[in-house]
């Protein structure tokens, strides 16, 4: 049997999901939600309590905030970056970190030479978002991981805009978020590995 205290705060909890996953991006923001609970959970169990564990965990939640307010707004809150980079100093400062502040510095300085070259390349196509959004995730990852989580967050977009050309429901200057693309590659490379 199921405690009455229990129950109000499941609802609560429900309650608040529910008026988060709202309008035309339902199914989207729920299946965000999910990879990255999910996810973040997986790893968090698959690598323990380490500095690699929690960093994963903590990156798939803030790429869940980003892929969010992408959907919501088409846009990422500038604010995200400072506070995210903030949260993983602290993390990486109480937990010790393997790889050391070099080695997470240098992950986001890779990603954030990757996504200038993408932005002048894409013409405006990719934003400013996108490129703190991935700036943090080099961070968090350290080192060179970020660019598969940059190369499969590309190819899951590609494939999503021929889904969209292949049923016409959008064309060339389509704009869509990309954010929840960069959720699903950080998901799939972090399950993969268990090793960010």
Do not use: W
């Amino acid at each position: 049997m199921v405690c009455p205290t229990r129950m109000k705060e499941v609802n609560k909890v429900l309650r608040v999901i529910n008026s988060l996953i709202k309008g035309k991006q339902k199914i989207s923001l729920l299946c965000c939600f999910v990879i990255a609970v999910a996810s973040s959970g997986a790893v968090f169990s698959g690598v323990g309590k380490t500095d690699k564990g929690i960093l994963a965990a903590a990156l798939m939640l803030v790429q869940l905030v980003a892929a969010a307010s992408d959907l919501n707004s088409k846009m990422i809150p500038l604010r995200l970056m400072p506070l995210s980079l903030l949260l993983g100093t602290v993390i990486l400062y109480l937990t010790g970190g393997s790889g050391g502040f070099k080695n997470h510095i240098i992950g986001g300085l890779v990603a954030f030479a990757a996504l200038v070259i993408l932005i002048f390349i894409s013409k405006g196509q990719i934003g400013g978002g996108d490129l703190q959004l991935f700036t943090v995730t080099g961070f968090y990852t350290g080192g060179f991981v970020v660019l598969s989580i940059i190369l499969l967050s590309t190819v899951f977009s590609g494939l999503y805009s021929l889904f969209l050309l292949i049923l016409r429901k959008g064309g060339r200057s389509t704009e869509f978020a990309f954010a929840p693309f960069v959720l699903y590659a950080t998901a799939l490379v972090s399950l993969n590995s268990l090793d960010i």
